[in-house]
């Protein structure tokens, strides 16, 4: 009896996450937290199209995370990626020089200062800092012209 009551508070302990809506999964493998992100679409209350992205751990999403959530406006670059200016700079500490992005990708663009999603695969660039990937919504990235949209932390009553 000890032995199960220490096992299940052994597997509370490590469910806060769980337990608080909050979206953030530590996998144990690796050894690091990934976060869920929502990016919705401010159309008005008739249709708000969202996208779900899960983020790595690591210094620049960190920085990005302390961020949320933000209002920005998305706008195409190249017909290959939705940009938008971020509010300041985000930390590159530990990152690798560049990255090749692909189709549902999320990055920081260190010269410029913004974030990058890919709705397309795109060759390496140096600077390019991977965030994370969409998981659901990829679809409502093919659009022209510039879309406000809202990114916070996904809870699990934000969830599709």
Partial sequence: ???ALMT??????????????D????NEEEGS?????RITFDEGAAERHAI???????????DFMALLPLALTLKDYASTEKVAD????????????GF???????????????????YRDFSYSRGLVHLGRITDGLEHLHFSGSRRVTIARATAATQP
Avoid: K
Wanted: glycine fraction near 8%.
């Fill in 23 to 26: 979206q953030s999964v530590r």
């Fill in 86 to 97: 971020l509010p300041g700079t985000l930390s590159t500490q530990g990152a690798p020089a």
């Fill in 33 to 37: 937290t990934m976060h869920t992100i």
């Fill in 100 to 118: 090749e992005p692909a189709t549902g990708d999320l990055t920081y663009y260190a010269p410029w200062g913004n974030l990058a999603i890919f």
């Fill in 52 to 62: 779900i992205a899960t983020l790595e751990d690591n210094a620049t999403t960190r």
């Fill in 8 to 21: 299940l508070v052994a597997m509370l302990a490590g469910m806060p996450a769980l337990l608080s809506g």
């Fill in 1 to 3: 009896m000890c032995i």
